[in-house]
């Protein structure tokens, strides 16, 4: 996001705002809200994406508070506001990225395991033992696999030297990125607040979806001591107060995982409603209500968010693994394109794909296969395709993944999508966005705010300190920005598809029409 869509706080009044960091993948930033829900500023800065060996992914958790830092001073800055002004700060954050730090020193002891990282995969077959991918699936929701916390935190314990033995002895701490900001935020090695939220927790393995608590079972089957993990709290409520800087005794007031946090950010406090964020991956989440819904078709149960004592709210959701970093390695690795934004241009070049197709199963292939041994391919090259027909191939991967967990989510809850709201950066492109909703048949809606995740964590913290009274204050600033609707016929769409099925799925041959209808 650029500051085109900032305005200065003067436009907005004298506030009062609530500000939301949002820890990412590739950034951090800092947005200022109003009670409107617009945004008054933003500042936003990327970190080093480390890749030690293939398929490994790692950050400096240092690097990140430092820029964590730095970018809610710029956004205050910016915004030309002070603390006094600012009501609560919220937390949003890429999930599953695990760190261990040092509860004396503050310091990390090892980079960061991103989400994306599949080293664990061997550890996670192994953990499996003769049930496989289910073995914890009742309990957490989840299948077993190198996407989630609970297999990287047992990996650094047993491959840090000296680890185990500091962090049975308390010395140790584990954190998903929102726990290592509150934290630090909150004071470090002074006194900082060692929590998590359910939605955070709920993607590490280890939380019971029932009793929203630590499974002692887990642990013990994982081999992870109890000690390292933090409290576990909801997604709206006050954890603690900034202990210094620019905002200093601002309350810290939320934590929502980034899925979660657009799913909120996006009002979809309805059973049966759905959003999809397109960034460096992409996640479709659908609200289930207040019961987890197991899923018989690859998908994740998750917690969708809990504000304050309320029930927790429950989602499904669908993960891509590789969708906005697809065009990054087109950009950075392979030099076809200069800027993210250039490749609609290529891709509009071309009225079709010429037949090729990409599976970016980069990091294996997330939901609904969860086949961390996948690895990338582009099929159906000819001297015909140009690197135009790859840019289109490669948005098309984007849109074909997505009605895959479309079809899952109809099966497995019995309700048919009628619209999906989206955002995140990638749904800036206007090509993508008529792609999907050709591939989905049904309409694709973006919101004023596009940057819904830290619109999330703002309305999260906002309920807290009772800056907003309900949730439907927070529905009535949702406002429509665009739409797309279907255009394909069915003989285009059956024309697109002329060398043979889409790969990886059979819903994707032939006609756009969904498989369940």
């Known amino acids: 996001m650029t500051d085109t869509h ?8 004298q506030g009062p705002f609530i500000a939301a960091i949002d820890q990412g993948t590739t950034s951090s930033r800092c947005i200022v809200f109003d009670r409107d829900g617009r945004i008054v500023s933003v500042d936003q800065k990327e970190h080093e994406q480390i890749f030690p060996k293939p398929g490994w992914v790692e950050h400096n958790a240092t690097e990140i508070w430092e820029n964590v830092k730095e970018v809610v001073a710029g956004a205050i800055s910016k915004a030309g506001i002070t603390a006094i002004d600012v009501k609560a700060i919220g937390i949003t954050n890429q999930r599953e990225t695990t760190l261990l730090w040092d509860r004396k020193t503050g310091e990390p002891v090892h980079n960061a395991i991103v989400w994306q990282d599949t080293r664990t995969d061997a550890l996670c077959r192994e953990l499996g033992r003769n049930v496989g991918q289910d073995r914890f699936r009742r309990e957490t929701g989840l299948p077993l696999a190198s996407y989630f ?4 935190i047992r990996w650094l314990l047993d491959n840090v030297e000296g680890l185990r033995e500091r962090a049975e002895a308390g010395d140790i701490l584990f954190g998903t990125m929102d726990s290592w900001v509150i934290w630090n935020l909150t004071g470090g090695v002074n006194g900082g607040v060692h929590v998590t939220d359910v939605t955070n927790a709920s993607r590490t393995l280890l939380m019971n979806l029932h009793t929203l608590d630590w499974d002692e079972k887990i642990l013990t089957s994982m081999d992870i001591p109890a000690a390292v993990l933090p409290r576990i709290r909801s997604s709206a409520e006050v954890y603690g107060h900034t202990a210094e800087g620019i905002l200093a005794g601002v309350p810290v007031a939320s934590a929502l995982g980034d899925q979660q946090a657009a799913l909120f950010g996006q009002t979809c ?3 049966g409603e759905a959003k999809s964020t397109y960034g460096t991956g992409t996640f479709l989440l659908m609200n289930t209500g207040e019961k987890p819904v197991n899923s018989y078709n690859g998908l994740l149960t998750t917690v969708g968010y809990r504000i304050g004592d309320e029930k927790p709210v429950y ?3 669908g993960s891509i693994a590789v969708t906005g970093s697809l ?7 392979m030099g076809l394109i200069n800027s993210a934004a250039e490749i609609e241009t290529l891709a509009s070049s071309v009225e079709d794909n010429g037949g090729a197709y990409f599976v970016p199963a980069f990091s294996g292939l997330f939901a609904p296969y969860w086949r961390d041994d996948a690895r990338g391919v582009i099929a159906g090259l000819t001297r015909y395709v140009t690197k135009a027909h790859i840019a ?11 009605r895959e967990i479309v079809d899952a989510m109809t099966k497995d809850s019995g309700v048919e999508l009628t619209a999906l709201k989206v955002d995140g950066g990638m749904t800036s492109n206007n090509l993508l966005m008529q792609t999907l909703s050709d591939a989905l048949d049904a309409p694709v809606v973006r919101p004023m705010v596009a940057e819904t995740t830290c619109l999330g964590a703002a309305y999260a913290a906002g309920l807290a300190v009772g800056f907003w009274p309900d949730t439907d204050a927070l529905r009535a600033n949702w406002r429509r920005a665009a739409e797309w609707t279907p255009e394909w016929t069915r003989t285009s769409a059956t024309a697109s598809t002329r060398t043979g099925s889409r790969p990886c799925s059979g819903p994707w041959a032939g006609s756009k029409t969904r498989s369940n209808q």
């Open 6 to 13: 900032t305005t200065s706080a003067s436009s907005h009044g």
């Open 149 to 152: 916390a609970g297999p990287k």
């Open 269 to 271: 406090y309805a059973e």
């Open 315 to 317: 989602a499904l959701e």
């Open 327 to 333: 065009v990054q390695w087109m950009r950075d690795q």
């Open 392 to 402: 289109r191939a490669v948005l098309e991967a984007t849109a074909w993944q997505t």
